[in-house]
C-alpha cells in the first residue's frame, strides 16, 4: 500500500465523523462517538506522517491526542450518565432547557 492511500483512509474516517455530528443533533453519545472518531483519524494522520518523514514528533502528538481523548470521553461519558440518571433522556434539546 502506498501513501495516498494511507492518507486517504483517514480523510474518510475524519469526514464519516464530521457527517456523525451533521446529521445526528440529537443523540449526545452519538455525538461524543464522532468527535471521538475525528480524533482517531487526526491520531493514524500523525502517525503516518511521522513514519513517512522518519520524525517521532507525529508519534508523540498521537500519545497526547489519545490521552486527552480518553479523559474527555471518560467526563463526557459521566456527565451524560448523570444527567440520563436525572432526566431520563440524552437528548440535545433537554440539556439546552437547562437552567444555570
Not at 464530521?18 to 446529521?23: A, D
Not at 452519538?30 to 517521532?56: G, K, P
Not at 514528533?57 to 463526557?76: R, Y
Amino acid at each position: 500500500m502506498d501513501l495516498l492511500t494511507f492518507i486517504i483512509i483517514p480523510t474518510i474516517t475524519f469526514f464519516i465523523g464530521v457527517s456523525g455530528i451533521i446529521f445526528n443533533k440529537k443523540n449526545a453519545i452519538l455525538i461524543l462517538i464522532s468527535v471521538e472518531l475525528m480524533l482517531l483519524a487526526i491520531n493514524f494522520i500523525f502517525l503516518v506522517s511521522s513514519v513517512y518523514l522518519d520524525d517521532r514528533i507525529g508519534q508523540i502528538f498521537a500519545l497526547l491526542i489519545l490521552t486527552v481523548a480518553a479523559a474527555e470521553s471518560s467526563i463526557g461519558l459521566g456527565l451524560l450518565v448523570v444527567y440520563y440518571r436525572l432526566q431520563g433522556s440524552v437528548s440535545i434539546e433537554s440539556i439546552n432547557l437547562m437552567r444555570g
